[in-house]
């Protein structure tokens, strides 16, 4: 380390700083100057020259003044490193100097007098060539540190009065736009840190442009309610749909697995028609991290898991009202299939859609195969047509759904999937299909709870603790 920069690399802990690091730097053919804008402890203006490969600096408490009449009080500090001449950000609280930095004037500078050895001299004249500041102006060494900052009488004044400019030379933004950057800034490199292993590409991605989430925010999320979603996903063959491109772009439904990454299985079955496609699914929150760096952002799972493809556990009643139906009359029919459920002595479970709809969940013994499964799903919705064929239909045609609820059993067919409690869904908002409670069914609507919603939801108690017991 050199001299001339161990003071300043003193004072700076570089680990918890963004400022750069203090090296000797060869000078240019012309010398550079800066003002920093520096809301610190003290609101005060930096100004800094290059000399003999660093910035000779001073702290200018009031800022520079074209007035010829001001004499403004300039503090010699500690040389920076020529890299310091285009910083702006904000330093840690706590940390030297901390604040925020705001480039206020940059351009190349001239002595019109002899410097002496490291400005160990008791005054100099120069030129300023900036953006802000021009012409010529003196530097008067008073005692110890100080120094006094004029402007000589060159009728070389491009403003009154300077320093209410306050925007920043390099950006246009304000101290508080340039604190607020940083924050977000910081704020991304903090999930990023947290998220393990993965290095997510393209963080900041606008996948939802209002309100905006990033790829980061969704890896966040996933990351962060992990735990309560894959005993859901886990062991499940998936489907996916992929957004890579956000939401304008186009989305791309998923089967099969490109990659084989860690927290990912793989698994070749025979289809309906008996050829064999290749499956996968999610071993871990290792997995789904990595399916969501790759851009699969909505899960759909079958209703088995691997390790009983063929005894499915897990029956999905999906409510798909016609579209002028009103939510009173969703939620009224939610409570008819629980209760004919309740009936059953089937215990049921209810997460919105995350769409228009509600999903009630049935967690089932692995004990019958898939035929014998979506019969029994087809009765539900059958005994809720017969009971009340004003009001559902168990048929998928569209037509028959016209002012009525049509009670979706299908998907409780081998190879069919439902959207994966706690899954995202890739629709405006980004809501998420989410476990609720019994009491709460009037309180929620399908697609209100977002994931920051989710995530606060964390704290209460699972309303699916129960599921698998
Ligand atoms: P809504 O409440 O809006 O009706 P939903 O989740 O009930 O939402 P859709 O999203 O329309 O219904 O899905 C209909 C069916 O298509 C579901 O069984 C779902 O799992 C399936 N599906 C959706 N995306 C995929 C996919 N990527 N791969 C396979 N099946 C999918
Ligand atoms: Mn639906």
Redesign the pocket.
Known sequence: MTEKLKKYNAKRNFAKTKEPMGKIEKSTKKLRFCVQHHLARKDHFDFRLEWNGTLKSWAVPKGPSYNSKDRRLAIMVEDHPLSYRTFEGTIPQGEYGGGTVMLWDEGTWEPLTKISKNFQTEAFKFVLKGKRLQGAWTLIHLEEDNWLLIKEKDNVSLFTDITKIKTSIKTGRTMEEIAKHQKTKSKTSKKNNIVENITITNPDKVIFARPKITKMDIVWYYHKIAKRMLPYVENRLI???RCPDGMQGEKF?K?HLENKNAGIGQKLIKNETNEKEDYYYLINSEGLISEVQMNSFEF?TWGSKVDALEKPDVMVF?L?PDEKLALDKLREGVKDLKKILDKLNLKSYLKT?G???Y?VVVPMKKQINWEDFREMAHNVALLMEAKWPEKYTSNIRKKARRGKIFIDWV?NTRS????APYSIRLRSGCPVSMPIRWSELDKVK?NEITMAEAIKRLKRKDPWADFYK
Do not use: E, L, Q
């Open positions: 489907s996916t749909i439904f089967k759909h999906d798909d859609s769409g228009k709809g999903h998907r069919a999937t439902s959207v399908p």
